[in-house]
């Protein structure tokens, strides 16, 4: 596959992946995600149709407005430009002084097992400290879906039991950052 006619979105890559904020031309690799039976089992239990998949889409467009790094990402592999899945960075509440931002991520099926989601979780980790854009950082994964709560562990978050702020049904991870002054 040549590679995309859209370029590097700020030079925001590691040595296999490349991330872009969501515009309208990742459309159809969000829906795809969107409407994938296994990429969606435990996102929202089960596939969103095409028209929930396109309004979610919007969304998340929508989401990138709250700031230059913030919003919803396109992941695509730098070897082919194969969209692997999402990537996302937005506010999440806070219970402490400073400002806290949730990391998420999911993956088309055939990029699991392929240690994606452990660079997408590193990438977005190093990507907020190194911009000092937040004090907490947050990811929430269902409790049944223990390769994903291995990739937060892996990246450094610690399991949140009880927090008032996660969904039932849901594990919040947290990571504390370094002291930053925001």
Same mark, same amino acid.
């Given at each position: 596959?040549?590679?995309?006619?859209?370029?590097?979105?700020?030079?925001? %890559? %590691?040595?296999?992946?490349?991330?872009?904020?969501?515009?309208?031309?990742?459309?159809?690799?969000?829906?795809?995600?969107?409407?994938?039976?296994?990429?969606?089992?435990?996102?929202?239990?089960?596939? +969103?149709?095409?028209?929930? /998949?396109?309004?979610?889409?919007?969304?998340?467009?929508?989401?990138?407005?709250?700031?230059?790094? +913030?919003?919803?990402?396109?992941?695509?592999?730098?070897?082919?430009?194969?969209?692997?899945?999402? /990537?996302?960075?937005?506010?999440?509440?806070?219970? /402490?002084?400073?400002?806290?931002?949730?990391?998420?991520?999911?993956?088309?099926?055939?990029?699991?097992?392929?240690?994606?989601?452990?660079?997408?979780?590193?990438?977005?980790?190093?990507?907020?400290?190194?911009?000092?854009?937040?004090?907490?950082?947050?990811?929430?994964?269902?409790?049944?879906?223990?390769?994903?709560?291995?990739?937060?562990?892996?990246?450094?978050?610690?399991?949140?039991?009880?927090?008032?702020?996660?969904?039932?049904?849901?594990?919040?991870?947290?990571?504390?950052?370094?002291?930053?002054?925001?």
């Amino acid at each position: 596959m040549p590679p995309s006619k859209n370029p590097p979105n700020d030079g925001r %890559t %590691t040595s296999r992946l490349r991330f872009e904020k969501a515009r309208e031309s990742d459309r159809q690799g969000f829906c795809r995600w969107y409407t994938d039976p296994v990429a969606m089992r435990y996102v929202t239990g089960e596939p +969103l149709d095409d028209q929930q /998949a396109n309004l979610r889409f919007d969304a998340a467009r929508e989401a990138g407005k709250a700031g230059p790094d +913030l919003g919803f990402y396109s992941v695509r592999r730098i070897e082919d430009d194969a969209f692997v899945g999402v /990537a996302k960075l937005t506010s999440f509440p806070s219970l /402490a002084d400073g400002r806290t931002l949730e990391v998420g991520y999911g993956l088309l099926p055939f990029a699991f097992g392929r240690g994606y989601a452990t660079e997408i979780v590193g990438y977005l980790t190093e990507f907020v400290t190194g911009r000092t854009l937040a004090t907490e950082l947050v990811g929430i994964t269902h409790r049944d879906h223990l390769a994903s709560i291995r990739v937060l562990q892996k990246c450094g978050f610690e399991a949140l039991h009880g927090d008032s702020r996660c969904p039932d049904g849901s594990l919040l991870s947290s990571l504390q950052l370094p002291s930053l002054s925001l």
